[in-house]
């Protein structure tokens, strides 16, 4: 499928490393213009084709005035990606530090809610068009020993993309929830380095690093952007491993 997507522009959040800073500079290469965010400074700093913001997904206010500044200096949004999270706590629920737990949630769950919220009310000012992309997981389908936290989050993800569509249908906005498979990150190195008593599978993590079996942000780049500008692509589309490659 031919794209013609210089001069378009993506927002993403978590964008100072990992899946995030990978999908900031590949877009940048294609010549797409960019907002982008993290709790520390994003992978591209700020210019003429790149709004670049600390802050807190956690603070629905924040991302609403990140998504304003944005469009007033790059114009209406085409793409958001919702993509900052995290991993831990790791272990056993009885055992979770409620504090973590909870800010786990806030951030996985709250966060990707407030990015939905900002973004589908700025389509909607707009008109009809743009695509939201809430970054998701294999683990939202199925439970994982030591995972209740990430797998809770990530279906929680799943589920609140098909309500948006049904949402926003009427206004144009096409909804889709991608798991993209194992990327070597930051966070595979926190599940490799996780013990067994608190994540038995860990060694099968540790097995795909030795065979090196991981997909390179640039090929989930171009991936996605198969997906999101994709017009036979159906909005509240939960898409797990197919077509990405190698899901959790």
């Known amino acids: ?55 807190d997904v956690r603070d629905a206010g924040a991302v609403e005035g990140f998504c304003r500044a944005v469009a007033e200096r790059l114009g209406p949004i085409d793409l958001w990606i919702n993509n900052a999270g995290v991993l831990e706590p790791i272990g056993p629920l009885v055992d979770a530090p409620v504090a973590e737990w909870s800010r786990h949630i806030e951030i996985n769950v709250l966060g990707v809610a407030w ?38 989050g990530k279906a929680a993800v799943d589920r609140m993309s098909e309500c948006l569509a049904l949402e926003e249908k009427a206004a144009g906005t096409r909804i889709l929830a991608v798991a993209p498979g194992i990327v070597e990150t930051r966070m595979q190195e926190q599940i490799r380095a996780s013990s067994a008593d608190d994540f038995p599978e860990v060694e099968r993590f540790r097995r795909i690093k030795e065979d090196d079996r991981f997909s390179s942000p640039e090929w989930v780049a171009a991936r996605l952007l198969e997906l999101v500008f994709d017009p036979e692509r159906a909005s509240g589309e939960v898409l797990v491993g197919l077509p990405l490659e190698h899901a959790v």
């Open 1 to 55: 499928m031919t794209m013609e997507l210089a001069g378009k522009t993506a927002v993403i959040t978590g964008a100072s490393r990992g899946l995030g800073a990978g999908l900031a500079r590949d877009f940048a290469r294609r010549g797409m213009r960019l907002g982008l965010c993290a709790t520390s400074a994003p992978v591209l700093p700020d210019g003429p084709d790149v709004v670049a913001a600390e802050l």
């Open 115 to 152: 990015g939905s919220a900002a973004f589908c009310r700025h389509r909607r000012a707009v008109g009809p068009g743009g695509t939201l992309v809430n970054v998701s997981s294999g683990a939202g389908r199925r439970g994982y020993f030591g995972w209740s936290a990430y797998c809770a």
